[in-house]
Structure formats: structure tokens, C-alpha cells
């Protein structure tokens, strides 16, 4: 399956049992920066749910029994094979997602091969635990197993960067899987799957089946052979997935949605907080789970920072993903950015102020991408905290900036959503810091900086941004099954 000319569409298939198997029906995929078709995705459903399972299942007892150092080796060789056509996966993953290929080169493809060199190294170095009591002459010991078959369902924001995340940490600890990717950004997990024989990956262990996600996505929830269910996504998504799944008591973790605040006091390093601040607005096209979208600022600096904020802003390139000068790239798709959109005009109405970006500023765009789904980045003043702006994930390159008085408003108001993922904090008040750092709802908060990350902290949100956490210990916990242990001698 590789493209026979230049015109001709890329065709993926799905990869069940270490083939690729083609589907009975497909769905068309977009280039988000021309709007043109370019690829057919498998629409899968029950029946190569059924199959990839099958596979999965039939090559567990075999993988499981590995050990650790034969799988950490496997997962080192995967990493080495995409690192080495890093390129190739970016130029892909930017084409299918829009995303810049800066960002691709930089940010995804990379992390993709660190999950597995992460997961790679952690899973050597677990220990389990061990207790005595003398007087009942027993010793308590934990030992962990890998549980069987994950359904792994990942979002199109960070394709291969989310996918392998889950991929890595489950084959580390022995289970096999079903992965199922976004119908929107399917190529790069489709270009990983050419890769897994060579890595020594053995058939059946890494499944993708390609499809929606009411379709492919649902059979693998429902499958009753599958007992774990790692998801990425929206919230109501994860609340769909966490009915269809209850007739099975399903062991769930769900990555979910965020309306991230930032809280700048009067206090902060503004040469600092102002390009980060910018960076974690509008990153890949403001279309990351951990991305700021309301930005809380002291009144004593609130002019200074909504200027100096909207002059950087200016600063960040719309246009061609595929150059590499470009900062932002084209936004997911057609609906999405109509989505986006909208929130811009219903701030507007609501009588905030549109201080650069949408509807304001021009938007210049080379011939070949007219008709791409491109976007300005958005700043927003004076929104009223109970607007659907100050509410709702957006998803995409909009932010809104308002002033506040005091700490203890601001962590009230800072609360004041329904969601939990992540928070910043400027301040060079060491003391503050802390104190505001504890009182947030937010299962990550970064302070004076944004997206510093080390892989062997949990990873998750609180609220409605999901339920479990992933990283080194998190991850081989939700991977493995746990059992005691008791010895009496
Ligand atoms: P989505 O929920 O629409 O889709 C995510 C995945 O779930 C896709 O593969 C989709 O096909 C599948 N899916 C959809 N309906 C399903 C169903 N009924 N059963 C099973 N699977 C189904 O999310 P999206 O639009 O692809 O991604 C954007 C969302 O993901 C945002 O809300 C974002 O915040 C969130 N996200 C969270 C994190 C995190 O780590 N917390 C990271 C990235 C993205």
C-alpha cells in the first residue's frame, strides 16, 4: 500500500496479527492546510475489532512470558527505527494534522521515539513490595502480571506522540494490544505498524485497526476480551466510554479535556512569562490538552501584560505548515475550525474585546492553501467568567486574558471550571508559589514555566479531565494486575 503516483490517494489498511489486512469500506482523510482528500482510512467496525482482538489475544501467553530485558530490547530497536526515518514521520504527521513541521520534528516524532526508550528503561527498574510480620511468621510480597488485551484509543491533537505513549508502557509490561487512532490522523500509526517486524515486535502483539470512533472505536470498548481501556480524548467521549464499558467493569484511564488557567502576578518575570505564555496559548495551533486558555493577571500589570502579551502574539506565523518559519499550521478540520470560530463571535456578542486575531487582523495565505482550515492566533479581553469562552475547551489558537485583585480570588475563580488538567503559576514569590501551587484543582501545575515534563511523575487530570494518571509507576500500575502474596514459613 504506498502511493503509486503523485495524485494517487494513500490507502491505509489495518494491521491485525502482523499483516496488513485492507477493509471492506474506507473514509476519506483531509490535509488540513489545502483541504483536499489524500488518504482513505479502513472504516472498521465489529468484525476486524473482532480479528485484531483475536490476534492480540493468541499472541499474549508467548509476549507476556518474555522478560522484561527481552521486551526492553524489542521496544529499544522500535525506537531506533522511527528515530531513523524521523523525517519521513514528521513531514507525515504534519500533512495529516496540520500541525507545523517544526512541531513535528521537534515535539512529536521525537517524543514518540523517547516514550519507547522511556518505557523501555522504566519497566527494568520496578520493584515490587514485601512486608514481614515475625510473630505470625509470614512475609507479604507483591508481584505483578500483565493483564491481557488493552484497547488503546488515542485523539488526532498528538497522533503518534499520545498513541505510543499508551503502546509503550502496555507491551513494556508484558499485555498485547488493539490500538485504534483517530479517523483524522491515521498515517504515522499506519508508517509505525511497517516497523514493528523488523523491531522484533511479534505478530499480534501491536494491533491498529483504523476507523471512527462510534464504529471501531465502540467494539473494542464493548469487546469483553478486553479488559483494559487507555483513552485520550474528549470528556463526553470518555463519559460514553465509561457507560458502553460498565456491563464489563472495565478497568479504565481517561486523558480528557482542559480549560488550563495561567495566573500571573504583578510580581512575575514578564520577559519570561510573556513568550511562554504565548508558547502555551498557541502551540500547535492551541490544539494541546495542556494549553492555556485563560490567562488570570494582577490589576497592577494587567495593561502592560495585555499589551506586551498582543505584540508577541503578532509575532507568531499563520500559514504553511510544511515552512519551517511558520508558527502556527492549519487547525484539525473544517467543523473544528467552524467550532472555533464560533466562540470568537459568541465572546464578541457577549461584549468582549477581540484584541488581535480573528476577524481583526488579515490573514494572508500562500495559493496552495486557500481552502486550508487556518486560523489567526486569538486574543480576548474583558470576558465574564461564566462565559461559555471562559468555560468550555476550545481547542484551538484563542486565549482570553482578564484581571484579578487578590490570591484568594483568583484560585476561586482559577476553580471555577469543570475541568482540571494543568495550571501555571508566575510569580517570584517563592512562598506564593507554593501556597497557590497546593490550593489549585489541577492535576499538573507548572510554575514560572510551561510543559516541562519528567516522564516518571504521574500524569493526568483532575474533575472532568479524567480519571487515573500515566507516567513511570502510574503507567506499569495501570498495565499490570496486582496480586499479595503470603508466605508462612
Ligand atoms: P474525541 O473524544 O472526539 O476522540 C478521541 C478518540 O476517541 C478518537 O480516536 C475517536 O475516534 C474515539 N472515539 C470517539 N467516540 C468514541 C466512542 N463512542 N467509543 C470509543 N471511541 C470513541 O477527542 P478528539 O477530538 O480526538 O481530541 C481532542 C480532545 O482530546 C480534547 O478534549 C483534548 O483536551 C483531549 N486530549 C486530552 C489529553 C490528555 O492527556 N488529557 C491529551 C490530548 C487531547
Same mark, same amino acid.
Given at each position: ?47 476486524? +475489532? ?46 495529516? &494534522? ?50 491481557? +488485551? ?9 497522533? /503518534? ?33 511497517? /516497523? ?157 474585546? +477581540? ?35 471562559? &468555560? ?48 489549585? &484543582?489541577?492535576? /499538573? ?11 516518571? /511523575? ?32
Amino acid at each position: 500500500p504506498t502511493m503509486a503516483h503523485s495524485k494517487a490517494l494513500l490507502v491505509l489498511e489495518n494491521f491485525i496479527g502482523g499483516k496488513f489486512v485492507p477493509c471492506s469500506s474506507y473514509i476519506d482523510s483531509y490535509n488540513p492546510s489545502t483541504g483536499d482528500v489524500y488518504c482513505r482510512v479502513p472504516d472498521s467496525g465489529k468484525e476486524e +475489532v473482532e480479528a485484531a482482538v483475536k490476534a492480540a489475544k493468541d499472541a499474549f501467553p508467548i509476549w507476556s512470558s518474555k522478560s522484561p530485558l527481552e521486551r526492553s530490547q524489542i521496544l529499544n530497536k522500535l525506537a531506533d527505527l522511527i528515530e531513523h526515518d524521523l523525517e519521513a514521520f514528521a513531514q507525515a504527521e504534519s500533512k495529516d &494534522q496540520g500541525k507545523t513541521i517544526t512541531f513535528a520534528r521537534t515535539v512529536d516524532i521525537p517524543r514518540a521515539v523517547h516514550n519507547f526508550r522511556f518505557f523501555a528503561s522504566s519497566i527494568l527498574h520496578h520493584v515490587t513490595e514485601c512486608t514481614e510480620m515475625p510473630t505470625m511468621g509470614c512475609l507479604h510480597y507483591t508481584s505483578r502480571a500483565p493483564v491481557g +488485551v488493552a484497547g488503546l484509543i488515542s485523539p488526532w491533537n498528538l497522533p /503518534l506522540y499520545l498513541l505510543t505513549w499508551k503502546i509503550a508502557p502496555a507491551i513494556a509490561c508484558g499485555n498485547t494490544v488493539v490500538a485504534k487512532p483517530s479517523e483524522m490522523t491515521s498515517v504515522t500509526a499506519w508508517m509505525m505498524c511497517k /516497523l514493528l517486524e523488523k523491531a522484533g515486535v511479534p505478530p499480534g502483539v501491536v494491533n491498529v485497526v483504523f476507523g471512527t470512533g462510534a464504529k471501531a472505536g465502540e467494539a473494542l470498548v464493548c469487546h469483553p476480551d478486553v479488559p483494559l481501556i487507555s483513552f485520550t480524548g474528549s470528556t463526553l467521549t470518555a463519559q460514553r466510554i465509561t457507560e458502553k464499558s460498565a456491563p464489563h467493569c472495565k478497568r479504565l484511564s481517561l486523558e480528557l479535556g482542559g480549560k488550563n488557567p495561567a495566573i500571573i502576578f504583578d510580581d512575575a518575570d514578564l520577559s519570561q512569562c510573556i513568550p511562554t505564555t504565548v508558547r502555551s496559548s498557541f502551540a500547535n495551533q492551541g490544539e494541546i490538552c495542556l494549553c492555556t486558555s485563560r490567562i488570570f493577571v494582577q490589576r497592577g500589570i494587567y495593561s502592560e501584560f495585555l499589551k506586551r502579551f498582543v505584540e508577541e502574539a503578532k509575532k507568531w506565523k499563520t500559514g504553511n505548515p510544511s515552512d519551517p518559519t511558520i508558527n502556527v499550521g492549519a487547525l484539525i478540520s473544517k467543523e473544528h475550525l467552524e467550532k472555533v470560530r464560533n466562540y470568537v463571535k459568541k465572546a464578541q456578542a457577549e461584549g468582549a474585546r +477581540v484584541l488581535c486575531g480573528e476577524g481583526v487582523d488579515p490573514l494572508a495565505l500562500p495559493p496552495g492553501n486557500q481552502k486550508g482550515y487556518f486560523m489567526l492566533p486569538t486574543v480576548i479581553a474583558e470576558v465574564k467568567d461564566e462565559s461559555c469562552c471562559m &468555560q468550555e475547551e476550545i481547542f484551538g489558537p484563542v486565549t482570553c486574558v482578564v484581571a484579578f485583585d487578590t490570591e484568594e480570588e483568583v484560585i476561586k475563580r482559577a476553580n471555577g471550571v469543570k475541568y482540571g488538567l494543568a495550571a501555571t503559576v508566575w510569580s517570584g514569590n517563592v512562598g506564593r508559589v507554593h501556597r497557590v501551587a497546593h490550593k489549585l &484543582q489541577s492535576g /499538573l501545575v507548572w510554575t514560572n514555566c510551561w510543559l516541562v515534563r519528567d516522564l516518571n /511523575l504521574p500524569f493526568g487530570g483532575m474533575k472532568a479531565s479524567g480519571i487515573g494518571r500515566e507516567g513511570a509507576k502510574d503507567s506499569y500500575e495501570f498495565f499490570t494486575e496486582v496480586k499479595t502474596i503470603t508466605i508462612k514459613h
